[in-house]
T-cell receptor, first 112, second 113 residues
Framework: AQSVTQLDSQVPVFEEAPVELRCNYSSSVSVYLFWYVQYPNQGLQLLLKYLSGSTLVKGINGFEAEFNKSQTSFHLRKPSVHISDTAEYFCAVSTGGFKTIFGAGTRLFVKA | GAGVSQTPSNKVTEKGKYVELRCDPISGHTALYWYRQSLGQGPEFLIYFQGTGAADDSGLPNDRFFAVRPEGSVSTLKIQRTERGDSAVYLC???????????FGQGTRLTVV
């Protein structure tokens, strides 16, 4: 069965600093990987996805993630964060079927 | 519509009552998902529809929960004999290609008192 572990429940960071949100997954088969963002009082929005091909995936708002098959990781990074990036971030995995499993989320808090 | 629409946005009900939550997916999306999100948790899979049929309902917690999608578009999640533990945000999502990008609605916040 698939599972997703987000290693940090909360990440505080100063504005313009770099950030990495960590995600590890387990699956016995090939996976699709996703990062979703949930801004306060808003619905989930896709940031980026890895389906196949290049392991470095670029998404919206300057975020990127790297798929590392040997380490079963899909960490999310941004070189310089803004106050507006404050939100909950969810890593998710699908085996290309239909059930997408979500991690518990990481709350990114950007401080001025 | 332009996005996934869920109604109502908020629902308060008394313990033991029956509730229905509605999801209107993006037009043309054949895959539809229901998730439940409790405070401080990630979305928890409930059920997936491909067209009119429930392809996977393994996430439904018990037989008080049921969902339908009779015409392959709008879906209704039905909860009988609600319990306080059912309080959560119920999310609906749809996609054109199962297992790839899912588009989420704003959710229905259900509070059982």
């Amino acid at each position: 069965a698939q599972s997703v572990t987000q290693l940090d429940s909360q990440v505080p960071v100063f504005e313009e600093a770099p950030v990495e949100l960590r995600c590890n997954y387990s699956s016995s088969v090939s996976v699709y990987l996703f990062w979703y963002v949930q801004y306060p009082n808003q619905g989930l929005q896709l940031l980026l996805k890895y389906l196949s091909g290049s392991t470095l995936v670029k998404g919206i708002n300057g975020f990127e993630a790297e798929f590392n098959k040997s380490q079963t990781s899909f960490h999310l990074r941004k070189p310089s964060v803004h106050i507006s990036d404050t939100a909950e971030y969810f890593c998710a995995v699908s085996t290309g079927g239909f059930k997408t499993i979500f991690g518990a989320g990481t709350r990114l808090f950007v401080k001025a | 519509g332009a996005g996934v629409s869920q109604t109502p946005s908020n629902k308060v009900t008394e313990k033991g009552k029956y509730v229905e939550l509605r999801c209107d997916p993006i037009s043309g999306h054949t895959a539809l998902y229901w998730y439940r999100q409790s405070l401080g948790q990630g979305p928890e899979f409930l059920i997936y529809f491909q067209g009119t049929g429930a392809a996977d309902d393994s996430g439904l917690p018990n037989d008080r929960f049921f969902a339908v999608r009779p015409e392959g578009s709008v879906s209704t999640l039905k909860i009988q004999r609600t319990e306080r533990g059912d309080s959560a945000v119920y999310l609906c999502a749809s996609s054109s290609d199962p297992g790839t990008e899912a588009f989420f609605g704003q959710g229905t916040r259900l509070t059982v008192v």
